[in-house]
């Protein structure tokens, strides 16, 4: 790279270069972008391969620009070309652009395409890697008026449209399983559902979702509605294509006191995550293409399934790495709550957390037992430890109303590219 003046005195720059794929790909791209965001072509050799290009002025830079909308169409026409466009483009991330659109300095900016060029999904491994550039885009996001309740012990949230089934959206398919012969809980009887959403392809990889207390989040008329809600998110591809596992606990049928719940679920040991690991999931794997990345496995439950689903991530982060905790019981896990003093002293894990406590939880205002406080302590251990994390607070009790409310935005969440 040579700087030089041309003959009518115009400063540039001579790049001298073997002649190759690289360089022929470089001047495709420079003619095509005409100096758009990027050094202008001036002349070239096809010979030697040898460039003239525009000098650039290191004194002119982008924050020197006082106009935040010429600089800001600037960078939204180079990251429009550097960022790798999804298969499918989302309801939300159109609406975005459509704001950007909305300002006179970006009105060229054109409308982001709904598929990839030639019709077929992108199979670029890098893609899931990318925060495209409809997401990049800063967009102040306006939240309507909502008044707080003065009455907190007794709120019901309203659920959304992704709660319901919507016309044109095609239902997956659930199946029901039983399982009597648990080696890692002897004499344990219990009920798994495997939901396959419409658009599940044995050819590809599919992510997997493991919910606890299965049919109370599998259940259409009740507060989740797991299914219905995967079956929304996936259709409009807020969502990779998920399978859900909804997993009840175990029961012991001839006993006084048959159920097994609060042992699985509060123990702050690997048992159950590794029972997930050895008995359910292999059934589904034996049936469905689930993806093995920990990346694309998620697990999910409330009050004592929260934490085991905290549980479970922790100890084995090698399998999960996305978890929803509702309203997760902490507070009652055998020797107290562990997580505060780990998360604050382990290495950080590669997890991304969403979760959702209640003002009026159970013993909220007491000194023991606290579901709010241990809920807000691992949060504030979590920030701390600088972790992919979101609390949403909400109010009302120890209701799975909330939680289930949230499931379609915890998911988008928790399936969001990058890091924010």
Same mark, same amino acid.
């Given at each position: 790279?040579?700087?030089?003046?041309?003959?009518?005195?115009?400063?540039?720059?001579?790049?001298?270069?073997m002649p190759r794929e690289?360089?022929?790909?470089?001047?495709?791209?420079?003619?095509?972008?005409?100096?758009e965001g990027m050094v202008?072509?001036?002349?070239?050799?096809?010979?030697?391969?040898?460039?003239?290009?525009?000098?650039?002025?290191?004194?002119?830079?982008?924050?020197?620009?006082? $106009?935040?909308?010429?600089?800001?169409?600037?960078?939204?026409?180079?990251?429009?070309?550097?960022?790798?466009?999804?298969?499918?483009?989302?309801?939300?991330?159109?609406?975005?652009? *459509?704001?950007?659109?909305?300002?006179?300095?970006?009105?060229?900016?054109?409308?982001?395409?709904?598929?990839?060029?030639?019709?077929? =999904? %992108?199979?670029?491994?890098?893609?899931?890697?990318?925060?495209?550039?409809?997401?990049?885009?800063?967009?102040?996001?306006?939240?309507?008026?909502?008044?707080?309740?003065?009455?907190?012990? %007794?709120?019901?949230?309203?659920?959304?449209?992704?709660? *319901?089934?919507?016309?044109?959206?095609?239902? +997956?398919?659930?199946?029901?399983?039983?399982?009597?012969?648990?080696?890692?809980?002897? +004499?344990?009887?219990?009920?798994?559902?495997?939901?396959?959403?419409?658009?599940?392809?044995? *050819?590809?990889?599919?992510?997997?979702?493991? !919910?606890?207390?299965?049919?109370?989040?599998?259940?259409?008329?009740?507060?989740?509605?797991?299914?219905?809600?995967?079956?929304?998110?996936?259709?409009?591809?807020?969502?990779?294509?998920?399978? +859900?596992?909804?997993?009840?606990?175990?029961?012991?049928?001839?006993?006084?006191? =048959?159920?097994?719940?609060?042992?699985?679920? $509060?123990? !702050?040991?690997?048992?159950?995550?590794?029972?997930?690991?050895?008995?359910?999931?292999?059934?589904?794997?034996?049936?469905?293409?689930?993806?093995?990345?920990?990346?694309?496995?998620?697990?999910?439950?409330?009050?004592?399934? +929260?934490?085991?689903?905290?549980?479970?991530?922790?100890?084995?982060?090698?399998? !999960?790495?996305?978890?929803?905790?509702?309203?997760?019981?902490?507070?009652?896990?055998?020797?107290?709550?562990?997580?505060?003093?780990?998360? *604050?002293?382990?290495?950080?894990? =590669?997890?991304?957390?969403?979760?959702?406590?209640?003002?009026?939880?159970?013993?909220?205002?007491?000194?023991?037992?606290?579901?709010?406080?241990?809920?807000?302590?691992?949060?504030?251990?979590?920030?701390?430890?600088?972790? %992919?994390?979101?609390?949403?607070?909400g109010d009302g009790g120890?209701? =799975?109303?909330?939680?289930?409310?949230?499931?379609?935005?915890?998911?988008?969440?928790?399936?969001?590219?990058?890091?924010?």
């Amino acid at each position: 790279m040579l700087p030089v003046l041309r003959k009518d005195g115009t400063r540039a720059v001579l790049r001298l270069q073997m002649p190759r794929e690289e360089t022929t790909a470089a001047l495709i791209g420079l003619r095509r972008w005409n100096g758009e965001g990027m050094v202008r072509l001036l002349d070239h050799d096809p010979e030697s391969s040898a460039m003239l290009l525009e000098r650039l002025d290191g004194a002119h830079t982008l924050t020197s620009i006082e $106009d935040d909308d010429v600089a800001m169409t600037i960078l939204a026409q180079l990251q429009a070309r550097l960022v790798c466009v999804p298969d499918r483009v989302t309801r939300s991330q159109r609406r975005n652009w *459509a704001r950007l659109r909305e300002r006179p300095a970006l009105s060229s900016l054109p409308a982001p395409p709904s598929r990839i060029r030639g019709g077929g =999904p %992108d199979k670029n491994p890098l893609r899931s890697r990318v925060v495209t550039a409809l997401r990049w885009l800063p967009v102040t996001i306006e939240m309507p008026y909502q008044p707080l309740p003065i009455d907190q012990s %007794d709120v019901r949230y309203v659920h959304g449209p992704d709660s *319901a089934r919507q016309p044109g959206v095609p239902a +997956g398919e659930t199946v029901a399983f039983e399982w009597r012969d648990s080696e890692v809980y002897p +004499g344990t009887h219990r009920k798994f559902w495997v939901h396959v959403p419409a658009q599940y392809d044995p *050819a590809d990889e599919a992510s997997l979702m493991v !919910f606890q207390d299965g049919w109370w989040y599998l259940d259409p008329a009740g507060e989740v509605r797991g299914a219905i809600v995967l079956d929304n998110l996936i259709h409009r591809g807020d969502i990779p294509v998920t399978i +859900g596992v909804f997993v009840d606990p175990g029961v012991f049928p001839d006993a006084e006191n =048959p159920k097994n719940r609060n042992k699985e679920y $509060d123990a !702050f040991d690997d048992q159950y995550v590794t029972f997930l690991l050895t008995e359910i999931i292999p059934q589904v794997a034996e049936r469905y293409t689930i993806a093995r990345s920990p990346e694309q496995w998620g697990i999910c439950g409330g009050s004592s399934g +929260g934490n085991c689903a905290f549980t479970a991530a922790w100890l084995r982060p090698d399998k !999960f790495r996305r978890v929803i905790g509702y309203l997760s019981s902490f507070a009652q896990m055998p020797g107290g709550n562990p997580y505060p003093d780990l998360i *604050a002293r382990v290495p950080r894990k =590669p997890l991304r957390i969403f979760m959702q406590g209640g003002h009026r939880d159970l013993h909220w205002n007491e000194p023991r037992r606290n579901w709010l406080a241990e809920n807000l302590r691992v949060a504030a251990a979590l920030a701390e430890a600088g972790y %992919d994390f979101r609390l949403v607070l909400g109010d009302g009790g120890h209701s =799975p109303n909330h939680g289930g409310v949230l499931l379609p935005d915890a998911l988008r969440w928790l399936w969001r590219p990058g890091q924010d």
